[in-house]
Nanobody, 126 residues
Framework: VQLQAFGGGLVQPGGSLRLSCFVSGFTSRSGTIGWFRQAPGKEREVVSCLRQSDRSTAYADSVKGRFTISRDNAKNTVYLQMNNLQPEDTAVYYC????????????????????WGQGTKVTVSS
């Protein structure tokens, strides 16, 4: 499994970005893929995840209503649309995957994800 995240950059508060995670060697019909982030001096945290078998999604409370996770099977890509970005969203964003079809209570638990891509940096600043 290989995951490649890209699409980060500098954006002003209130702006939008769409991150992309290209996934190879991983079926689109099972498993769970997630987006995570790590701000300077902080632990890595989950942002959002998608269970591929039924497209079920989960979001951290801090991003609900602002971020949307989705997948384009034809492009083997998982997206994270981020709207109304705020300075506290500044972080390096990573995508990760597990072959497990995680139950909802586990989808937001970082310890279950064992395949990681490199990060892409998002800076929200005026």
């Amino acid at each position: 499994v290989q995951l490649q995240a890209f699409g980060g950059g500098l954006v002003q508060p209130g702006g939008s970005l769409r991150l992309s995670c290209f996934v190879s060697g991983f079926t689109s019909r099972s498993g769970t893929i997630g987006w995570f982030r790590q701000a300077p001096g902080k632990e890595r945290e989950v942002v959002s995840c998608l269970r591929q078998s039924d497209r079920s999604t989960a979001y951290a409370d801090s991003v609900k209503g602002r971020f949307t996770i989705s997948r384009d099977n034809a492009k083997n890509t998982v997206y994270l649309q981020m709207n109304n970005l705020q300075p506290e969203d500044t972080a390096v964003y990573y995508c990760a995957a597990t072959y497990s079809n995680l139950i909802r209570s586990s989808m937001l638990a970082i310890r279950y994800y064992d395949h990681w891509g490199q990060g892409t940096k998002v800076t929200v600043s005026s």
